[in-house]
């Protein structure tokens, strides 16, 4: 098997995973399936002021929208917030004390509204259509169940 080949493998997997626990938690709804797109989460956590603009400026360029942008500042000491200010309302900055990536991601969910999530740690950035094949194997996968 090819690394592409694998990596579309595991995509599907992982879609028919979250599509049966989105099924299994009451969480998928008839307009997902009518193609009507959920909001999906994006957070960036463990905040690097020096990376994290670039991820969250690589999340607003994604081709797939609507997408709620969360960032979860896990107590850094660095012009984070600063750098956040520049966002404006496209990112919800929450500020809270360190407690490790795991808090970070959990605190992040607790404040998100769609139905799906996705993950962005800081230092990292997404291609321009990443959430839209995401959500599109999400939605396919989900409809063949």
């Given at each position: 098997m090819t690394d592409d080949?694998?990596?579309?493998?595991?995509?599907?997997?992982?879609?028919?995973?979250?599509?049966?626990?989105?099924?299994?938690?009451?969480?998928?709804?008839?307009?997902?399936?009518s193609l009507t797109m959920p909001e999906l989460e994006a957070m960036a956590?463990?905040?690097?002021?020096?990376?994290?603009?670039?991820?969250?400026?690589?999340?607003l360029a994604q081709s797939y929208q609507p997408v709620e942008v969360i960032v979860v500042d896990d107590g850094s000491t660095d012009?984070?917030?600063?750098?956040?200010?520049?966002?404006?309302?496209?990112?919800?900055?929450?500020?809270?004390?360190?407690?490790?990536?795991?808090?970070?991601?959990?605190?992040?969910i607790r404040l998100a509204h769609g139905e799906l999530v996705a993950f962005l740690d800081a230092d990292d950035w997404w291609l321009p259509h990443k959430l839209e094949g995401q959500v599109h194997s999400v939605l396919a996968t989900t409809a063949a169940l």
């Open positions: 080949e694998w990596q579309a493998h595991t995509t599907r997997e992982a879609a028919k995973a979250i599509g049966r626990w989105l099924e299994g938690r009451g969480r998928l709804h008839q307009p997902i399936r956590s463990t905040a690097i002021a020096r990376f994290v603009a670039d991820a969250v400026e690589s999340v012009d984070t917030a600063e750098r956040m200010a520049r966002f404006g309302g496209r990112v919800h900055y929450q500020r809270q004390a360190n407690g490790g990536p795991h808090r970070a991601r959990n605190a992040g």
